[in-house]
């Protein structure tokens, strides 16, 4: 079988796999629908509704992933790489939509129980569309760390979501077999609910910090300090380094102090040298570097907890 490592990275871009995930979500829709007729299961049924939830959200991510892929204009000098953000909380806000869904669905149920028919091809089919769902999250983390997408990671943990919901009813379904306790399959399903409500309210918070501007990740800040550290030799210091993200991209300003005496020529090529230096450390960083001589400090209104310190030399 071919590995993930073994596939070109620009074949597996998030638009693709995104096209892949509402393939995907058609076919289960399908097989979790159909599962749901012949058992009259209401625990399949919530599986089904999610599945709705899954293509939907593959749409729309979709459509931001388009969108944030867009250059730079007049309008959107930054790019539109927070985008995604929205798709990610978009997807939340559906999710939570459904599990309040399935609560209901199920709580009927659990004191109205009703009997279950051909459970054996009921389960089939529902293994088989997990099968699937879990194949394609697999590859979609994979290729969200590549790309950097929060859209792309969003839908994979959607349908990661969407397994431990079929393994969840499949539980519930066993246990009606098992025991002949009908109320199982609801109680199955409102434990899925509940699992799938956290997992919503999840990617709705990540949503809302990425669009405030949160800062890089840790590792991708050790990344930079390294960076800046490489070039304490050459009697450089730097302060007020602020870092963020947006979608894709990642942005760092700071302040690059050195000696009075340089030249601008040699001061010049000295930033130019950082900001090469940081644009290969951190893949799609966009770099601003202002420069000041070693002994004056530029005024700074962000309060002294919200900067990151830093020092070479």
Do not use: C
């Not at 599945?51 to 959200?57: E, G």
């Not at 769902?133 to 590549?146: D, I, P, R, T």
């Not at 309210?201 to 960076?227: C, F, K, N, Y």
């Amino acid at each position: 079988m071919l590995m993930l490592n073994q596939l070109p990275i620009r074949f597996l871009t998030p638009r693709r796999l995104l096209w892949a995930s509402i393939t995907v979500a058609v076919a289960t829709i399908a097989l979790k629908t159909l599962a749901w007729y012949v058992t009259d299961s209401v625990g399949l049924l919530s599986d089904a509704m999610e599945s709705f939830v899954n293509l939907a959200s593959a749409i729309f991510a979709l459509m931001m992933v388009t969108i944030a892929q867009r250059p730079a204009d007049k309008e959107h000098p930054y790019g539109h790489h927070k985008a995604e953000y929205f798709s990610s909380g978009f997807e939340g806000i559906l999710i939570v939509g459904v599990a309040v869904g399935i609560i209901w669905a199920g709580a009927s149920r659990l004191f109205e129980p009703q009997p279950l028919q051909e459970l054996g091809w009921g389960l089939a089919l529902s293994v088989l569309s997990s099968a699937l769902n879990g194949l394609l999250a697999w590859v979609m983390f994979s290729s969200a760390k590549v790309h950097r997408s929060i859209a792309l990671e969003a839908d994979a943990k959607h349908l990661v979501t969407d397994v431990w919901t079929s393994v969840g009813v499949l539980v519930g379904l066993i246990g009606v077999v098992l025991t002949g306790w009908l109320w199982l399959d609801a109680v199955a399903a409102i434990g899925v609910a509940l699992n799938i409500l956290w997992e919503g309210g999840h990617l709705m918070w990540r949503s809302s910090q990425g669009l405030m501007d949160e800062a890089v990740e840790p590792d991708v800040l050790r990344e930079i300090q390294q960076t800046l550290d490489a070039f304490a030799q050459q009697s450089i210091r730097f302060d007020h380094v602020i870092t963020r993200r947006s979608g894709q991209r990642r942005f760092v300003d700071l302040h690059m102090h050195m000696p009075s005496n340089w030249t601008l020529g040699r001061a010049a090529g000295s930033r130019r040298s950082v900001e090469q230096a940081l644009m290969a450390a951190v893949p799609g960083l966009r770099a601003t570097i202002q420069m000041l001589p070693s002994d004056i400090e530029a005024a700074f209104d962000d309060p002294p907890e919200n900067q990151v310190p830093f020092s070479a030399g």
